[in-house]
């Protein structure tokens, strides 16, 4: 009798922890067909502040190589700005007023390199493979500060230049090579 009990108890609480089982199933497929879609929320325009316009679209349009979408530096009013459209449908945007930007003089701190330990916002550009070391040696021609010598072999994964622009932003300027290289140290133009 006691075995009879204690197997039907057995049955009864399977059958419980089953239909709880089903339960929490149900509930689950309801709440997955009832869930709405998540927001395709994205970075849209990066706005920096600078001084001066010009400067900006030399070292970004003619040193770095990106490709200006606007350009208007309004001297007598005080006002420029310089826009690129980068790649994921964004738009890195400069802007010059009456009001000057604070001149950065120190390395920002990024994941990748040893020895920046600013607070400050800073931002990579993405240079094609065949074009990283001619890029390289036109910042290098014009005496833009960078941070080391020569580009640095980074995380294992690439090249790596960390550069100032005229504002004194900190930009890593790299590039990600098909092959890793036989050897860490920069090979020159």
């Given amino acids: 009798m006691k075995r009879l009990l204690v197997s039907s108890l057995f049955i009864i609480a399977l059958s419980l922890i089953g239909c709880a089982n089903q339960a929490i199933k149900h509930k689950e497929n309801k709440m997955a067909e009832t869930a709405k879609p998540a927001p ?42 310089l826009s690129y459209y980068c790649t994921g449908d964004v738009y890195l945007m400069f802007f010059s007023t009456e009001t000057t930007a604070p001149q950065l003089t120190d390395w920002a701190w990024q994941p ?6 600013l607070m400050a916002t800073s931002w990579a550009i993405e240079i094609p493979e065949e074009d990283y070391p001619a890029t390289i040696k036109r910042l290098k021609d014009a005496g833009v500060k960078a941070f080391s010598g020569n580009p640095e072999w980074r995380q294992d994964s690439y090249w790596g230049f960390s550069v100032a622009d005229p504002q004194g932003n900190t930009v890593e300027v790299y590039t990600s090579p098909k ?10 133009e």
Avoid: H, R
């Fill in 40 to 81: 395709k929320v994205n970075i849209k325009f990066i706005f920096s502040m600078c001084n001066d316009v010009e400067k900006m679209s030399e070292f970004y349009t003619k040193l770095l190589g990106m490709q200006e979408q606007a350009f208007m530096n309004d001297k007598e009013n005080k006002f420029g700005y």
């Fill in 112 to 117: 990748g390199y040893e020895g920046g330990n």
């Fill in 179 to 188: 092959e890793k290289p036989q050897s860490p140290s920069w090979p020159g």
